[in-house]
């Protein structure tokens, strides 16, 4: 029979343009927030963490935002590269658990050159 | 630095049979994690350790799957007898403990087809 998957949310940018990637976590009671990337054929691969006694964090072009009030995180990518083309995972952790994780669904980002 | 290791890489068996895969974390870290990704259910956690103990296994699927880490250097996820639905990419992943911050690296997966 045919099978059903997932259907990811997909955002398609111009190369150059910004990049805006959203996730809506669980669990209000989570403590920090990681986003990664995950290119085909390849494992998730860290690109920024945020506490939760933050609201914004910034690296190398990418700028995470913590809005704890509506339980949303965004992951914010500056001059969009085709290399940037990916699937982002935003996570979370909440009441330490060893560190586990929770991970989003995930959002498909194509870049146009 | 070498980065987790898993093997191998592809496999290919037939329902019913015993399938081993194969982890290990990085040097010195402390948390090893393994995880299924399909695309009906996205990326699950199956079984995490912390010094070489199993801390949560409640994503483990049925008693088919077994989980081990006998030492801080290597972990292995069994599964027997393998069925068609459990055809997946399985990831390990290692941190380097239970304190803030909790990144996890992932290994390159394991690619399994279960005919």
């Known amino acids: 029979g045919e099978s059903v998957g997932l259907h990811l949310p997909t955002l398609s940018v111009q190369e150059g343009d910004n990049s805006i990637i959203n996730c809506a976590y669980s669990?209000?009671?989570?403590?920090?927030f990681i986003w990664y990337k995950q290119e085909s054929g390849k494992g998730p691969q860290f690109i920024i963490d945020?506490?939760?006694?933050?609201d914004k964090r910034q690296g190398q072009r990418v700028t995470v935002l913590l809005n704890k009030t509506v339980k949303h995180l965004s992951l914010q990518i500056a001059a969009t590269q085709p290399g940037d083309s990916a699937v982002y995972f935003c996570a979370e952790n909440f009441n330490n658990q060893g560190g586990k994780l929770i991970f989003g669904q995930g959002t498909e980002l194509s870049v146009k050159p | 630095d070498a980065g987790v290791i898993q093997s191998p890489r592809h496999e290919v068996t037939e329902m019913g049979q015993e399938v081993t895969l194969r982890c290990k974390p990085i040097s010195g870290h402390n948390s090893l994690f393994w995880y299924r990704q399909t695309m009906m259910r996205g990326l699950e956690l199956l079984i995490y350790f912390n010094n070489n103990v199993p801390i949560d296994d409640s994503g483990m699927p049925e008693d088919r799957f077994s989980a081990k880490m006998p030492n801080a250097s290597f972990s292995t996820l069994k599964i027997q007898p393998s069925e068609p639905r459990d055809s997946a990419v399985y990831f390990c992943?290692?941190?380097?403990?239970?304190?803030?911050?909790?990144?996890?690296?992932f290994g390159p997966g394991t690619r399994l087809t279960v005919t």
């Open positions: 945020i506490r939760s006694n933050m």
């Open positions: 669990n209000s009671a989570s403590d920090y």
């Open positions: 992943a290692s941190s380097k403990g239970v304190n803030l911050p909790y990144e996890q690296y």
